[in-house]
């Protein structure tokens, strides 16, 4: 039979990480997205300096362009095509739908040079070397980071050890010791329940992943949300390390 409190703990963190998978998504949507801004930005150069339009140096920016990046040109392209946009007014509608100021910054850049119409290829030249140094920054910034991140699930699972040598090895031995000692003036001393340790053991656990789940989500993505689903992971693995133990008969 499965222990009550470990039912909502699981399904506790299986919500959490539904809830915050959204925002985890996003926020790795966005990382990518903006890390291939600045080739983009050559691409379009390259292509407008050979005498191609706006229209047709985006046609060639999205063939080779990796994913999200492919994905987003091609939205700026059936907007013109279909929608009867210009590749001006398809490309900042896009940008308003994404979370993303740099992405913004980038579609004002492309088409307010465009319209101007002086020096096109000089100022996505400029562009891209601008955006080139903001993106190794976040790149150089999220690999210092994300050590944070395995250093997480590795405190979840050394409580989750410390926690079933503390209820499967000490608590039986302390209880062998209590109920050898001989009582005094009719005292009898309190044994603790296993399942009760358990039980508390797995709530505080349950707080503390929640609580540092939200911190890896704002330190490492920007934002709380996405990190729910860290500590949704980690709830379900602390009630399984807790709980493993006692269904094989440890």
Excluded: C
Excluded at 13 to 33: E, I, P
Excluded at 181 to 205: F, H, K, M, N
Excluded at 232 to 250: D, E
């Amino acid at each position: 039979m499965f222990d009550l409190v470990f039912v909502v703990g699981v399904a506790a963190g299986l919500a959490l990480a539904l809830v915050g998978v959204g925002a985890w998504r996003r926020a790795v949507y966005v990382f990518r997205l903006e890390g291939q801004i600045p080739q983009v930005l050559r691409v379009l150069s390259d292509a407008v300096s050979a005498g191609l339009s706006l229209k047709g140096a985006v046609e060639s920016a999205a063939a080779p362009a990796l994913r999200p990046m492919r994905d987003v040109l091609r939205q700026v392209l059936s907007l013109t095509e279909v929608g009867g946009l210009t590749v001006e007014e398809a490309l900042w509608r896009v940008a308003k739908e994404i979370p993303s100021p740099n992405f913004r910054r980038f579609a004002l850049i492309v088409t307010e040079a465009a319209r101007s119409g002086a020096r096109f290829p000089e100022v996505l030249d400029v562009a891209a070397r601008s955006f080139a140094t903001v993106v190794e920054f976040r790149q150089a910034v999220a690999s210092q980071l994300r050590p944070y991140v395995a250093l997480f699930y590795a405190v979840v699972a050394v409580f989750a050890v410390l926690a079933d040598v503390l209820v499967y090895m000490l608590l039986p031995q302390l209880a062998q010791l209590t109920a050898s000692a001989p009582t005094q003036q009719g005292i009898e001393p309190v044994v603790l329940e296993q399942g009760d340790v358990i039980r508390v053991l797995y709530i505080s656990g349950f707080v503390s992943a929640v609580v540092g789940g939200l911190i890896v989500g704002r330190v490492v993505y920007g934002g709380p949300r996405a990190g729910l689903v860290h500590a949704g992971a980690a709830a379900v693995i602390l009630a399984v390390g807790l709980w493993a133990p006692q269904w094989m008969k440890f």
